[in-house]
């Protein structure tokens, strides 16, 4: 019976036509649960792989594979089966099945955790981890203490680090890798050859590297592409031009990308191809390969190309793309701070970017602005020239990502007023409650609550649930003034009235909200019919309304109520102030109506 690779690896028994359970009556009995994680019945074996032998060079990397493999597996005994499946992973390494090797790999430390710690099996994850292109982890598993030295662990981190780009890191691995790579079979070399070539090239050295490709046949696309860009990094410009147009003629997809951008980086060198044009190829060359080394080295090429031609949006969008995708190591810190630098100065009023263009650049590049105080800043200067254009909507969209992604806990109460109170503005009451629902929590101080409740019932208000609106200002002081303008605007006079009369003003020092209240009781009274409330107002405010600009519509409006002619009524009303008696919110409710 034929049984799976999995099954094996993890030790399952399979069972046999003679082994079947005989066909008898038992008790019932309860089968316990099975345990939440899965516990290992092989001894330990960490112990006994770190006493073998050691991998110090390519011998190493030998064992049974396919067929002979799986039967070994299936064999083995309990106290046999971890060492037989580290001789299947040391085979699949040897074979170049980097992803079979890690997945045999990680069955074993499943069951025994400790062999994390074992030099041995740290060099076979970090090779197995280089062969599927994991760099990042591969160097990190070969970068153990007793692995730094050990010439095995070199080479494999030579090559990882060649393919991660790293070409000074990997240039650094090569004295101590050679004495196992030249030990190895020239087929065998071949990787940790090429990796070795590509660092000497990137870091300027193309000599040796030269001399190192002599391993390969002169029609092998990948070492055409090398030779190429180290015969053009010594200056012999028409043999490496040769080369890479040789590479690009047999190559792979990705050979071919790799030629093409040397090519290019060749014509601006020579000035043979004008920045601009370079910058388009390069735009072409991104376009039928992502990713990489390659793309990574036409952004970074585009990048140098739009700062020295000062292109804004070239430089924000090839910079952003290498900080988004890519690891720059020493490079990004340095990177990061130019194009906040760049994007700052661009949203200055003063820099001559359009108020729309400065909108557009902050939000396509907003994770490049400053952190901290500064981006706030910056953030809110730019928000405000937007409300002050009326454009709330762009407005609120920018700091709704401040709320959302740069402000936590209480720090988001204060923005979210600012935030709802925009989405308002702009028509869009929905949203306005939604950004005040999201950053719900219960540690605001009193006064932060109060603040986000009289937002919520302008934002309930306009969308015409004026009962929840009320609701929402239960218990938060000084909402008299807020309800009032709600009734106000629904046109519910006796309720107006009612929580008006206790806020009207004195009559000494009138200004324009004192004499909008006023104004506004005498048209809801007027209303209501009540004649008697409408003239003792006429007595408590006439004579200082004599002396205000207002003085004619108050004394329309608060006639008795059958003199009152209906078209006189409306010019009257017209003439009310526009200064809200509410303050901000009143301002807010006037604004979100027109």
């Given amino acids: 019976m034929r049984t799976s690779l999995i099954a094996l690896l993890a030790g399952a028994t399979v069972a046999t036509p003679h082994e079947a359970a005989p066909n008898v009556a038992v008790a019932a009995v309860q089968v316990p649960a099975p345990p939440p994680a899965r516990i290992s019945k092989l001894p330990p074996f960490a112990a006994q792989l770190a006493q073998g032998a050691q991998l110090t060079d390519g011998s190493a990397w030998q064992g049974p594979t396919g067929p002979q493999a799986w039967t070994l597996l299936a064999a083995a005994r309990p106290d046999a089966r971890q060492a037989t499946r580290w001789s299947y992973a040391l085979g ?17 430390r499943a069951d025994d955790n400790d062999l994390a710690l074992v030099t041995q099996f740290q060099l076979a994850m970090g090779a197995a981890l280089t062969l599927i292109g994991r760099d990042d982890q591969a160097v990190e598993s070969l970068s153990g203490p007793d692995l730094t030295a050990n010439a095995e662990a070199c080479a494999w981190r030579l090559r990882a680090l060649a393919h991660a780009n790293l070409a000074k890191q990997a240039a650094r ?38 001399a190192w490709l002599k391993l390969f046949g002169d029609n092998e696309p990948e070492a055409n592409l090398l030779r190429g860009r180290a015969l053009l990094a010594m200056g012999e ?56 080394p ?8 585009q990048f140098r190309i739009a700062s ?43 820099s001559g970017v359009s108020l729309p263009d400065a909108a557009g650049l902050y939000w396509d590049y907003k994770e490049l602005a400053p952190s901290g105080a500064e981006g706030d800043a910056l953030a809110f200067r730019l928000a405000g020239r937007l409300q002050a254009a009326s454009l709330y909507a762009r407005a609120a969209e920018l700091l709704q990502y401040q709320l959302t992604q740069r402000r936590e806990d209480v720090a988001q109460g204060p923005l979210s007023v600012k935030v709802a109170a925009l989405h308002i503005l702009a028509g869009r009451p929905d949203r306005a409650l939604a950004a005040l629902h999201d950053t719900e929590q219960p540690d605001y101080t009193d ?16 969308l015409g649930r004026d009962g929840a609106a ?51 009781q005498a048209v809801a009274l007027a209303m209501l019919g009540r004649e008697d409330k409408l003239q003792a107002l ?26 009152i002619d209906p078209a006189a009524l409306g010019e009257a009303m017209g003439a009310i102030p526009e200064a809200s008696p509410a303050g901000a919110i009143g301002d807010l409710l006037d604004a979100s109506a027109t």
Avoid at 543 to 555: G, H, M, N, V
């Fill in 294 to 301: 390659t793309e990574e080295q036409a952004l970074r090429l």
């Fill in 237 to 292: 410009t028409a043999g490496g031009l040769l080369r890479l147009a040789r590479a690009e003629e047999s190559g792979d997809p990705g050979v071919q990308a790799g030629a093409r951008l040397a090519k290019i980086e060749t014509g601006l060198a020579t000035h043979r191809i004008p920045p601009a044009d370079a910058f388009k190829q390069l735009d072409a060359l991104r376009y039928v390969w992502r990713g990489g």
């Fill in 308 to 350: 020295e031609a000062h292109d804004l949006r070239g430089s924000l969008r090839t910079g952003a793309t290498l900080l988004r995708y890519f690891k720059l190591g020493d490079d990004g810190g340095s990177m990061l701070a130019e194009l906040q630098a760049r994007l700052s100065a661009a949203l200055l009023p003063e």
């Fill in 447 to 462: 006064q932060m609550r109060w603040d986000r409740k009289r937002v919520e019932a302008v934002a309930l208000h306009q």
């Fill in 173 to 210: 691995e090569i004295n101590c890798a050679i004495p196992v790579i030249n030990a190895r079979a020239p087929f065998d070399r071949r990787p940790f050859m090429s990796a070795a070539a590509k660092a000497a090239i990137d870091i300027g050295q193309p000599g040796p590297a030269l």
């Fill in 92 to 108: 699949l390494i040897g074979e170049g099945r980097g992803a079979d090797a890690l997945g045999v790999l990680e069955t074993m």
């Fill in 538 to 563: 006429r007595a408590r405010y006439g004579a200082i309304f004599k002396t205000l600009p207002s003085a004619r519509a108050f004394d329309l409006l608060t006639r008795k109520v059958e003199t």
């Fill in 470 to 520: 009320m609701a929402a200002l239960d218990q938060v002081p000084d909402a008299a003034a807020v309800r009032a303008e709600i009734h106000w605007r629904s046109k519910d006079w006796g309720a107006f009235v009612t929580e008006s009369e206790a806020m009207l003003p004195a009559p000494k020092g009138l200004g324009e909200p004192g004499q909008a209240a006023v104004l506004r």
